[in-house]
């Protein structure tokens, strides 16, 4: 009769499990932890090749702070305000005194506030090109000769935006968005060229032929200086005529698209002036050929941004930094909206370039990567 207690049989628990003696564990279809020699359970990391163990912090605002303060409090944080902090970091490489830095200014980033900005950073020696639309030419002049912009609305108390934008066209005011600007101010602008800028570029013309793009901003510059002096203007004279005053060259490459083009095609109706649209890619071409870093600071996109970036394909090299301040999706697949990534596949931008895009309203990002950056450099 054999013994039930015998220590050589396997003893079964009240559940039925065999357990060996000398205390291994049988697999019962579920995964165990793993016990390290202390008795506590050994979890394993998985590896983790693109993580970044940067904990994300929390954004910190106080009274007293100053815009590069904010800027790396940014930093902290995710999404858009991480993106800004990277935009300021490679804005600051950029703004070196070895990069030749392209600024591409496009949408109305002079009626909204953002010509000084501009103007500083050419005074500066920030920028050694500046390629703009001709709108913003046109009204950084009315601002020079002794026009204003003013704060306006969207929408008027008990009408519709159509309706209120009938009443300005009654009373002679033009709107860009929340911005008015009188319509008086384009006939003094017409009266600036025809006085000031047309007749010198006449008789260049006249002995030369058409002159080039560029030679048109040069000459407004001129005349916006000369005239804010004259007429002791209480605003500065701005962005063309800081370019002037500093030898920065303007490229305005589809200036057609303007009053200042249509005040320009107008005037070449009756005179010898006229403009040579292909006579700036020579002179472009060779400053970006000749630099040894370069830098794009893209505002907005459009043509300046095209003309900007381009001009990296038919030199050697390609831009070393970009920063893009825009509110255009990609998606569209337009190049308003591409990415700086997309703009290295095409040789625009060095493989090995710093580059970022923050997108929102350039009129908020503009002043806050500049500030931030120039802080850094200048503190």
């Not at 790396?72 to 950029?94: I, K």
């Not at 570029?201 to 804010?228: M, P, Y």
Request: glycine residues 10%; proline residues 4%.
């Amino acid at each position: 009769m054999s013994d039930d207690s015998d220590s050589g049989s396997e003893k079964r628990d009240t559940d039925g499990e065999d357990h060996g003696t000398d205390g291994e564990e049988h697999d019962h279809g579920s995964e165990e932890p793993n016990h390290g020699d202390d008795g506590g359970v050994d979890h394993h990391e998985p590896e983790r090749h693109t993580f970044s163990h940067d904990p994300i912090g929390h954004a910190e605002v106080r009274a007293g702070m100053t815009v590069g303060d904010l800027a790396d409090e940014y930093g902290n944080a995710g999404v858009g305000a991480a993106t800004l902090h990277e935009a300021v970091d490679v804005t600051e490489a950029m703004f070196d005194d070895d990069v030749t830095v392209f600024f591409s200014l496009a949408g109305a980033m002079v009626p909204t506030g953002m010509r000084a900005i501009v103007a500083d950073l050419i005074r500066d020696g920030y920028i050694d090109v500046l390629v703009t639309t001709g709108a913003n030419l046109t009204h950084d002049a009315i601002e020079a000769i002794g026009g204003k912009h003013h704060h306006g609305e969207v929408h008027a108390e008990g009408k519709t935006e159509r309706e209120h934008d009938e009443t300005l066209r009654d009373e002679g005011v033009d709107r860009i968005y929340n911005v008015y600007l009188p319509q008086e101010f384009f006939a003094t602008f017409e009266s600036h060229l025809r006085e000031e800028v047309f007749p010198v570029l006449e008789a260049d013309c006249e002995e030369e032929g058409a002159v080039s793009i560029q030679r048109l901003t040069e000459e407004l510059g001129r005349a916006n200086a000369e005239i804010n002096v004259r007429e002791d203007v209480d605003e500065n004279p701005g962005i063309a005529a800081a370019a002037y005053e500093n030898d920065v060259p303007i490229y305005c490459p589809a200036v057609q698209d303007s009053v200042l083009g249509l005040q320009a095609w107008m005037y070449s109706q009756t005179s010898a002036f006229s403009l040579d649209a292909l006579a700036d890619m020579t002179p472009l071409t060779d400053i970006a050929f000749d630099a040894d870093e370069a830098g794009a600071f893209v505002v907005g996109g459009g043509v300046p941004k095209n003309f900007t970036l381009q001009t990296m394909l038919v030199t050697p090299g390609a831009y070393d930094y970009a920063v893009q301040l825009t509110m255009d999706p990609k998606q569209t697949g337009g190049l308003s909206g591409a990415t700086l990534d997309e703009a290295r596949s095409w040789g625009k931008l060095e493989k090995n370039a710093e580059n970022v895009s923050v997108y929102a309203d350039a009129t908020i990002t503009l002043p806050l990567v500049v500030a931030a950056a120039r802080e850094r450099l200048e503190g």
